[in-house]
């Protein structure tokens, strides 16, 4: 989640409340921790290409992002970036009249069914496409030409009726019959009004990025077009009468941008997409599949909505609360999910989440009764494909006296503060005596041990990223180990992992052990609960080491002596009412809302 810090000041009261999201791992972007660095995608070394363009396709999960994307520079008939091979035997070339590019005038073979015309021939450019040079090629279906081609004389193709696919520069379009066309890609250049009317049977339609201009009017009457990759500026452009797919590729999508689209069945939005409105798709009721970030999530309609893939940024909070018709998720690698953010979506079934999901909130299976899990041991899991035990959901069972943890889990999700004791997680577990959490987890979520009235021990591993909110809660069997004032949980490795709890409310002074991480919380006031420094009233100073990186919530509250605090750089988080009525603090207030901002 995001960090928020609101500050008040009333009389002797001052109340920092900051909301702690679950780090899950060292790759986020917007609305996330400015500390952690961004997301950095992963590309396949292999080159993928097609006739006119080569590029490095994503090899972490994002379809949809590529690399190194370019123009083919082909020598001897051959990409010398790429490999990519073209059959170009027996063009005939013309020599411009300054020699400066090359005029392709005709091929030899006039049955050929691809013309496939390179950028370059004998080391200069290939400009232009002479007057009749595939003029009455009655074979010829399909036309791939270069952006070099700036020129192309307007019976290049006459009589070529039979052209089904063209991917060609803007430049080209009124040379190439509309009869029988049926699938263009427009690389670069400018489409202008009417520039396909009359092309009735074009029913799929690409529009590169590097496109300039598209004129509303460019694909007058082309009322057959069903699938468009298109930038947001062409939106309005194409005719919404038989639209079933649509992938938005850059740009701005705009209030009611697809109103009217009422065959639309299937969006992809891009990350280069930079706003998407919330009314973009109002009334567009038969979208049944989408691939978007998360923050277009609130402007698809739920009404029939069954696929959802989730390739960026942060689900916010009960995001998907009662999509019904919701069936198929799927979350990539730098996706944040906020609290419940699935609740009650009775018919998901399926579920796939990356190994490289940021963060993950409470209860964000709850209400889900047909989702399906992996079972191994005595718990229930969610994952992907490669490692279907990500997540730890629940426990077969509530009556479990033991539990072994996949070597493979990352989280432990977090419980429901509605019902502890019929939380997620391992809450209510009652018979549960020890437990040993495996190396490679990062996140126990809010509640997950919760009413685990029999727990004794539990080892939990140095490479914990988050500990959820009163994770431990009323847990009162629990063995500590103790250093100076505080309690603390851990592993043998390092067992001041967690401060817990003071030793006693009337201490005056703690030092926390420099090996310790957090310093619990709780979500709500934890009334008689023994949470870190909870009114811990005598307490006159404290210094928290470097090498504390969260501070739980309510964990100072009450400290009504405490005189002076200092917030380490490495922390990341603080939940909300950390550190609240301290009066005896007002003399530093300042310094300290200073200190906090700073990691805001």
């Known amino acids: ?22 780090s899950a791992c060292d790759n986020g972007n917007g609305g996330e921790d400015e500390k952690d660095p961004s997301h950095t995608h992963t590309y396949s070394t292999e080159w993928e290409s097609d006739e006119v363009y080569h590029w490095h396709a994503s090899a972490c999960g994002h379809a949809n992002e590529i690399a190194d994307k370019a123009e083919h520079s082909f020598s001897n008939n051959i990409c010398s970036v790429c490999g990519h091979k073209i059959i170009v035997e027996g063009f005939i070339y013309e020599l411009s009249l300054d020699e400066t590019f090359y005029i392709v005038t005709g091929n030899s073979d006039r049955n050929a069914e691809t013309i496939v015309v390179p950028s370059e021939y004998n080391g200069l450019p290939v400009k232009e496409i002479g007057e009749n040079a595939f003029a009455d ?53 400018e489409i202008k009004d009417f520039a396909f009317d009359g092309c009735v049977a074009l029913t799929k339609l690409t529009i590169y990025d590097n496109v300039t201009a598209i004129e509303n009017g460019a694909f007058n009457g082309c009322n057959r077009i069903e699938t468009a990759t298109i930038p947001a500026n062409a939106i309005s452009a194409v005719p ?19 109103k009217g689209f009422s065959s639309l069945t299937s969006v992809t939005i891009l990350d280069k997409v930079t706003v998407i409105d919330n009314n973009a798709f109002n009334g567009c009721n038969t979208i049944e599949t989408a691939t978007i970030p998360a923050n277009a999530i609130s402007a698809i309609p739920k009404t029939n909505l069954k ?109 429901y503060r509605e019902t502890l004791r019929e939380g997620n997680g391992f809450a209510g577990c009652d018979a549960l005596s020890s ?85 619990y919380g709780a979500a709500v006031s934890p009334w008689g609960y023994e949470i870190a420094f909870y009114n811990c009233s005598s307490l006159t100073n404290i210094i928290i080491p470097d090498s504390v990186i969260g501070i739980g919530g309510y964990s100072f509250y009450g400290c009504n002596s405490l005189t002076s605090i200092n917030i380490p750089d490495g922390v990341t988080s603080i939940e909300d009412f950390a550190i609240y009525r301290e009066r005896d603090l007002l003399k530093n207030q300042e310094n300290i809302v200073k200190t906090l901002q700073m990691i805001v």
């Open 435 to 519: 437990i040993t959490i495996p190396e490679g987890l990062i996140g126990i979520g809010d509640l997950a041990f919760s009413c685990c009235y029999n727990l004794t021990d539990i080892s939990i591993p140095d490479n914990l990223l988050y500990v959820g909110e009163t994770a431990f809660l009323s847990c009162d069997k629990l063995n500590y180990n103790r250093y100076d004032n505080g309690y603390y949980l851990g592993s043998k490795n390092n067992p001041y992992l967690i401060f817990i709890k003071a030793t006693d409310t009337s201490i005056t002074s703690c030092s926390i052990n420099d090996k310790t991480k957090f310093i």
């Open 240 to 258: 919404k009468t038989n639209l079933k797919s649509v992938t938005i590729t850059s740009g701005e999508i705009k209030e009611f941008a697809f």
């Open 1 to 22: 989640m995001n960090k928020k810090l609101s500050v008040f000041l009333f009389c002797f009261a001052c109340c920092l409340t900051f909301t702690l999201g679950l």
């Open 137 to 189: 090629y009655s074979a010829l279906t399909n036309v791939i030409l270069p952006e070099s081609v700036a020129v192309v004389a307007n019976n290049a193709f006459g009589n070529c009726n039979a052209i089904e696919k063209a991917t060609i520069p803007a430049s080209a379009i009124s040379a190439i019959p509309k009869t029988n066309l049926k699938s263009v890609v427009i690389t670069s250049g």
């Open 307 to 415: 696929n959802v893939t989730i390739t960026s940024g942060k689900i916010a909070e009960q995001a998907f609360y009662e999509y019904n018709a919701l069936t198929n998720v799927t979350i990539l690698d730098e996706v944040t999910i906020g609290d419940y953010a699935f609740e009650d979506c009775s018919a998901l079934t399926k579920i796939t989440i990356s190994d490289n999901v940021r963060n993950i909130g409470a209860g964000i299976f709850y209400g889900c009764k047909s989702l399906n899990y992996n079972q191994y041991d005595n718990a229930y899991y969610i994952g992907n494909d490669n490692n279907p035990y990500l997540i730890l959901v629940k426990t077969t069972d509530k009556s479990i006296t033991n539990c072994i943890i996949n070597e493979n889990t990352k989280f432990i999700l977090g419980g």
